[in-house]
């Protein structure tokens, strides 16, 4: 399965993954993940959001078991971050049938959509969608760089944007949801486990920075004449760094956008994209609220103008503890349990299903690049920790 999906998306130049929502890469993988369910005899459906499900069981029974994760990248993504655990549910399935374990709940395997944000600049779209935290409308509005919107880039993909929306009755049937993920740091590197258990999810956000000035020759306006938004976004980007270290946070300006984006001129605006996150949300305000007010007295020095869009947000996610406890003892009472820093469609979907996580050991804490890892050996201790939970959960 592994060497099947590997080249699916993966950039020639960077080493890289683009597999973006709806395009061609997207595509093949969609097509991936419907062969894997209709070689294993599972039942094969796309929801009203372009999520895919395959079932083992009747979908309609209720208090189903679920697993799996997203097959979506951001630019130039590591080939593990989301793939991992939906190949891993597959390869779970295989071992619990090679034990012969007799289902007493159905189990199904999803491929969540748009999970990684990284075509319209919003993270799990296809999981906030059916869980009613994005609505048909706010969708509608969203748009990729060339000005595709979203319905559009769907329609094209031959799926029905007008069918979009929350879907309350299939969440309603599923009794819990476990997602393994490569972990995206390195503490199990550092404690030598090869797999952990999550226990939240760090409140987190992107907020957009419009910066604006007046665009001018690079070669003829006095220094003193300038009203440079590059300026003032500069020593923005300086105060996240600071002030993140002042509060034991993290937040960074990764992504940017420039107009007239000329190497001769002076710019006219300077978009540029914070991501922050924090343990707790009173330290994430903290750390927003300090950004923004060393970014507005730069404005006043610079001559510039500032506006601030909060463009996604997710508070702290803490998986429900019964559930977590219950694998805990499915695996033995010696796993560790730590927290992340990474949004999840587990986290999204926490508010309306009981989820927990699993992660797999990245010897190098590399994730979201080309060298994201895990090794073979790692990852094979990952399927059969899921196979065990699934065994302890769905074969009661």
């Known amino acids: 399965m592994w060497a099947d999906l590997a080249p699916v998306g993966r950039h020639a130049d960077s080493g890289g993954y683009r597999r973006y929502a709806w395009t061609g890469a997207d595509a093949d993988c969609r097509t991936w993940f419907q062969e894997q369910a209709r070689a294993r005899g599972l039942a094969y459906e796309s929801d009203r959001n372009g999520n895919q499900w395959a079932w083992l069981g009747d979908p309609l029974a209720g208090d189903a078991v679920v697993t799996g994760s997203h097959l979506d990248s951001v630019p130039d993504g590591g080939a593990f971050d989301g793939p991992l655990g939906v190949v891993s549910s597959f390869a779970a399935l295989d071992e619990l049938r090679r034990r012969g374990a007799e289902f007493s709940r159905p189990l199904a395997i999803t491929n969540f959509g748009d999970e990684e944000g990284a075509r319209f600049g919003l993270a799990c779209v296809g999981s906030r969608l059916a869980a009613g935290q994005l609505t048909k409308e706010k969708a509608y509005e969203l748009r990729d760089a060339d000005g595709i919107a979203l319905p559009q880039a769907m329609e094209a993909a031959g799926y029905d944007p007008d069918a979009i929306g929350a879907d ?15 972990e995206q ?13 999550a226990s939240a999810i ?60 000329g190497v001769n001129a002076i710019p006219s605006l300077v978009r540029g994209w914070l991501d922050s996150r924090a343990a707790d949300q009173a330290t994430l305000d903290t750390v927003v609220t300090a950004v923004e007010k060393a970014a507005r007295e730069r404005a006043d020095q610079d001559g510039t103008e500032l506006a601030v869009v909060r463009e996604s947000f997710t508070p702290v996610v803490e998986f429900e503890h019964a559930l977590r406890d219950e694998i805990d003892r499915i695996l033995g009472g010696s796993v560790p349990v730590l927290g992340t820093g990474a949004g999840h469609d587990a986290g999204i979907l926490s508010a309306a299903v009981p989820t927990a996580m699993l992660f797999v050991r990245n010897p190098t804490g590399v994730s979201h690049s080309p060298r994201e890892f895990a090794a073979e050996d790692d990852c094979v201790a990952g399927v059969l920790a899921l196979a065990d939970v699934l065994e302890g959960l769905a074969c009661r």
């Open 168 to 182: 309350p009755e299939r969440l309603a049937r599923i009794g819990a949801f476990v997602e393994l993920h490569v």
């Open 185 to 197: 740091g390195r503490a199990l590197d550092l404690s030598g486990d090869r797999v952990g258990i």
């Open 202 to 261: 760090w409140p987190h956000g992107r907020w957009r920075f419009d910066f604006r000035g007046e665009a001018n020759h690079a070669g003829t306006t006095r220094l003193a004449d300038r009203r440079d938004p590059m300026l003032t976004y500069a020593a923005t980007v300086l105060a996240a760094r600071t002030e993140a270290a002042l509060a034991g946070a993290v937040a960074t300006f990764g992504k940017i956008a420039v107009e007239p984006n």
